[in-house]
T-cell receptor, first 114, second 112 residues
């Protein structure tokens, strides 16, 4: 069964360091997303991406964040200078269609900023 | 800002009991989805409801979308320990980007 895969599963980094989280969406999907979940809190939307550009981003997704689909298969989230409050589980998701198409989530990348 | 409020946040029941989880908003959603999330994993879709008043059944789980498309409920009949987990409702935002707005989740524990 096709699935969304994310790497790394867990990353520990020092405050101020750059982090890149990687995702391989399901191959025929066209819509890509990043969400995050701080421990004990709700899942929050970060960004949606379609046709090689951001289609929507939340207030959380400030200038420190960027996304890229460099080679047609990977979808990356970069945090330029991590802060303590960036510690969270980051989920990548993809969908084949809009508006109510099923989002398939990866298993997440846990980011710990020290 | 569209928000979804889920209740209850925690529910601990005995095997065989029935339960209902609610998901409410003051906003209209074009669709609403229910997910289940296991520890250390991403959410997995259970069902999508699109039409006001729609009812969908998945074995012992019954999902309903309110007539005004502002609320939804998940009812589990004769709960089993295997139903234990985190249940999330999520609504499709007003923009047409597929963005989901999640409720805070309901942690269900079913004791044998």
């Amino acid at each position: 069964e096709p699935e969304v895969t994310q790497t790394p599963s867990h990353q520990v980094t020092q405050m101020g360091q750059e982090v890149i989280l990687r995702c391989v969406p399901i191959s025929n999907h066209l819509y890509f997303y990043w969400y995050r979940q701080i421990l004990g809190q709700k899942v929050e939307f970060l960004v949606s991406f379609y046709n090689n550009e951001i289609s929507e981003k939340s207030e959380i997704f400030d200038d420190q964040f960027s996304v890229e689909r460099p080679d047609g298969s990977n979808f990356t989230l970069k945090i330029r200078s991590t802060k303590l409050e960036d510690s969270a589980m980051y989920f990548c998701a993809s969908s084949a269609e809009l508006p109510s198409g099923e989002l398939f989530f990866g298993e997440g990348s846990r980011l710990t900023v020290l | 800002t569209q928000l979804l409020e889920q209740s209850p946040q925690f529910l601990s029941i005995q095997e065989g009991e029935n339960l209902t989880v609610y998901c409410n908003s003051s906003s209209v959603f074009s669709s609403l989805q229910w997910y289940r999330q296991e520890p250390g994993e991403g959410p997995v879709l259970l069902v999508t409801v699109v039409t006001g008043g729609e009812v969908k059944k998945l074995k012992r789980l019954t999902f309903q979308f309110g007539d005004a498309r502002k609320d939804s409920s998940l009812h589990i009949t004769a709960a089993q320990p295997g139903d234990t987990g985190l249940y999330l409702c999520a609504g499709t935002g007003s923009s047409n980007t597929g963005k989901l707005i999640f409720g805070q989740g309901t942690t269900l524990q079913v004791k044998p």
